[in-house]
């Protein structure tokens, strides 16, 4: 089985670099396999999990939007926070998706702009619990 290298990279740190036989991700026009030889593009990506398979092997990451650029040599998914599942604190992730949702449903006029920002907190939240529950 052919493979290609992926890099995870955010602000912080390098998240993954290993040698894999395909990437799943959510771009902003939906679910998107990706192999080795794929044409290189770069596009936008949803929040989202993204799923690595190395062998038999099939690894969830949380990746919080950003971008996905493939080239002949290697993929490289750039984004603003990711986590590995097992890096994923379920109580913090739990605790983050309550205040947003608190913030989602409080009576009164509300800044569009706080608005969205907890629409982003809640779906970066639900993310992480989704990939920590795989
Ligand atoms: P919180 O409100 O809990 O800080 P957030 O969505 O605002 O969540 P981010 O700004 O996306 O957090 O991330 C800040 C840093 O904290 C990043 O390094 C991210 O990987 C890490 N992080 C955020 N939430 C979690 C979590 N539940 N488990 C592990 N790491 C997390």
Not at 19 to 34: A, D, K, M, P
């Amino acid at each position: 089985m052919s493979t290609i290298l992926l890099e995870i990279v955010t602000p912080d740190r390098l998240v993954y670099s290993e040698q894999v036989n395909s990437v799943t991700v959510r771009g902003v026009e939906g679910e998107l396999g990706i192999l080795p030889g794929h044409i290189s593009f770069v596009t936008p990506l949803q929040i989202a999990p993204v799923y690595v398979k190395v062998g038999n092997e099939k690894t969830p990451f949380a990746v919080q939007g950003g971008f996905v650029e493939v080239r002949k040599d290697k993929i490289v998914i750039l984004a603003e926070s990711a986590e590995r599942a097992t890096e994923i604190d379920l109580e913090r992730a739990e605790a983050a998706k309550e205040r947003a949702e608190t913030r989602l449903h409080a009576k009164g006029r509300q800044d569009e702009v706080d608005h969205r920002r907890a629409e982003l907190a809640l779906q970066r939240a639900m993310n992480r619990i989704k990939v920590r529950h795989n």
